[in-house]
């Protein structure tokens, strides 16, 4: 079955720096593309960056283009997304995400906080 589990998340001071990994597992990861997001609590869900699957094309939200980094390793079957210079406005439940089979699968989540 398809497994997504986040890690890396924790507690970082404005502009500091935090790498968030996601494991894959239960299909030929390297051919989908994956996405992490993110959601606050009383917000809508946000789509922060992707990763395609063939040649690893990325896009990120504004909020977080040149600040954040997704990229992804086939071998290890794992995404990641490295946030630099991060921000109170970041902080929230960051997950992952790939649509496999018609299906759209997530993680659990990690929780991002940033504060003084």
């Known amino acids: 079955q398809v497994q997504l589990e986040e890690s890396g998340g924790g507690l970082v001071q404005p502009g500091g720096s935090l790498r968030l990994s996601c494991a894959a597992s239960?299909?030929?990861?390297?051919?989908?593309?994956m996405t992490w997001y993110r959601r606050a609590p009383g917000k809508e869900r946000d789509l922060v960056a992707r990763?395609?699957?063939?040649?690893?094309?990325?896009n990120y939200a504004d909020s977080v283009k040149d600040r954040f980094t997704i990229s992804r390793d086939n071998a290890k079957k794992t995404v990641y997304l490295q946030m630099n210079s991060l921000k109170p406005e970041d902080t929230a439940l960051y997950y992952c995400?790939?649509?496999?089979?018609?299906?759209?699968?997530w993680g659990q989540g990690t929780q991002v906080t940033v504060s003084s």
């Open positions: 995400s790939a649509s496999v089979g018609g299906n759209n699968y």
């Open positions: 990763i395609g699957g063939f040649r690893g094309d990325t």
């Open positions: 239960g299909f030929a990861f390297s051919l989908y593309a």
